[in-house]
Nanobody, 126 residues
Framework: VQLQASGGGLVQAGGSLRLSCTVS????????MGWFRQAPGKEREFVAT????????YYIDSVKGRFTISRDNGKSTVYLQMNSLKSEDTAVYYC????????????????????WGQGTLVTVSS
């Protein structure tokens, strides 16, 4: 099982990055997916989720209007387009698969996600 996250890097405030997470070795297209982040010295934080269909997305307030989550079930890949980046977006970003098959619900709780990527570092300089 592998969730390979990529796309992180150093960007100036106001810039953009696109994160990708490709899943292999486990079913992708029937599970909701999420992005989380963890800033230095802070707990892991839910950022966004997308349903398996995909017809539903949800974002935390601090990224609404700036981040867009999407997925390509044919490529087993979930994306996070991040625009208008701020210094407070600096963190390691993780993709994760919801543990529930064909779920009609979504969760912010990391414990309800069963597979995780290795993380990709996003650093926003002000």
């Amino acid at each position: 099982v592998q969730l390979q996250a990529s796309g992180g890097g150093l960007v100036q405030a106001g810039g953009s990055l696109r994160l990708s997470c490709t899943v292999s070795g486990v079913t992708f297209n029937k599970y909701n997916m999420g992005w989380f982040r963890q800033a230095p010295g802070k707990e892991r934080e839910f950022v966004a989720t997308i349903s398996w269909r995909p017809d539903f997305t949800y974002y935390i307030d601090s990224v609404k209007g700036r981040f867009t989550i999407s997925r390509d079930n044919g490529k087993s890949t979930v994306y996070l387009q991040m625009n208008s980046l701020k210094s407070e977006d600096t963190a390691v970003y993780y993709c994760a698969r919801d543990s529930q098959y064909l779920s009609s619900y979504w969760s912010k709780n990391p414990q309800e996600y069963d597979y995780w990527g290795q993380g990709t570092l996003v650093t926003v300089s002000s």
